[in-house]
C-alpha cells in the first residue's frame, strides 16, 4: 500500500499483513502526528544521524530515509513481530541500506530483560519494556544508548525521536553524555503529563535543552508529542 505523506512530495510504501497496520500505520501515522511529519522536515539535514526509537514498522523511519537520502537513520523496535515488517518496509521502500534497524530496547540498563507484550499483532504498541506480567513476555536485550554507541559504533544521533509507550524517561536515563552531545540539536518525545512530563523535563533541561511550541501536536488521551531543541 502506498501512502502519500501531505505536504512533502514523498510517498511512502507499507506492507500490510494485519488491520493495524492498515488502519494505524499506513493510513493512521502521517495524518494523526502532522507535527513529527513537520519536524522532520524542518530539523533533517544532510549528514544527520537520526534514531527513531520505538519505530514501530518504520513509518518515520522510512520518511526521514527519503526525505534525506544521504542521513543515516537507526531504527529501534524491539518486538520481533514488528520488527520483522519493519525490515520489510525498508526493502520495499529501497532504503535499507540508509537504516540500521536493531531489534533492541533502549532503556536505562543494558541487560537481559523482557517485553511485556499488550498485543501480539505487528504493529501493535503499548508493550512495556520490564514490566511482569501473567502474560505473553518476549524475551530481549536491552541497552543504554551510552552503552550502544560504545560497544557498538553506533553513530551518535543529532535527531532523536522517542516514542516508547512510557518508557521515555528510562531511555533518556540510558543516554548519559549522548544527551550533552553539542552535534544532538532537537528530540521530538511523546509525553504523559500525567506520568513522565516532570522527569522527561528535568533530565533534558539538565542537558541543555529547552521545550518550545509543538502547534500541529495532536493529544490522544491526553499524552503529546513535545519538542524540544538545544538552548
Not at 544532538?184 to 542537558?207: F, Q
Request: a negative charge.
Amino acid at each position: 500500500m502506498d501512502s502519500p505523506v501531505p505536504g512533502t512530495g514523498v510517498s511512502v510504501r507499507f506492507a500490510v499483513h494485519t488491520w493495524l497496520e492498515y488502519h494505524n500505520r499506513a493510513r493512521g501515522s502521517y495524518e494523526g502526528e502532522p507535527d513529527l511529519v513537520d519536524w522532520l522536515q524542518q530539523e533533517l539535514r544532510s549528514g544527520d544521524v537520526f534514531w527513531d526509537v520505538g519505530a514501530n514498522v518504520g513509518a518515520y523511519t522510512v520518511l526521514a530515509a527519503k526525505l534525506c537520502s544521504d542521513a543515516t537513520v537507526v531504527a529501534w523496535e524491539p518486538f520481533i513481530p514488528t520488527f520483522a515488517h519493519l525490515w520489510e518496509n525498508l526493502a520495499l521502500n529501497g532504503c535499507a541500506a540508509q537504516v540500521l534497524p536493531l531489534e533492541m530496547g533502549l532503556s536505562d540498563a543494558s541487560a537481559v530483560s523482557a517485553l511485556a507484550v499488550h498485543d501480539p499483532r505487528a504493529g501493535s504498541s503499548q508493550h512495556r519494556l520490564g514490566d511482569e506480567t501473567d502474560g505473553l513476555r518476549q524475551r530481549l536485550v536491552s541497552v543504554r544508548g551510552e552503552d550502544a554507541a560504545a560497544w557498538f559504533g553506533i553513530p551518535a544521533p543529532t535527531l532523536l525521536k522517542v516514542d516508547t509507550d512510557g518508557h521515555e524517561a528510562a531511555v533518556f536515563r540510558g543516554m548519559g553524555a549522548l544527551l550533552r552531545r553539542p552535534e544532538l540539536r532537537s528530540i521530538l518525545v511523546e509525553v504523559d503529563p500525567r506520568n513522565s512530563e516532570k522527569e522527561i523535563l528535568g533530565l533534558l533541561g539538565a542537558a541543555g535543552f529547552r521545550c518550545v511550541e509543538n502547534p500541529q501536536a495532536v493529544p490522544v488521551n491526553g499524552i503529546v508529542n513535545a519538542r524540544f531543541v538545544r538552548a
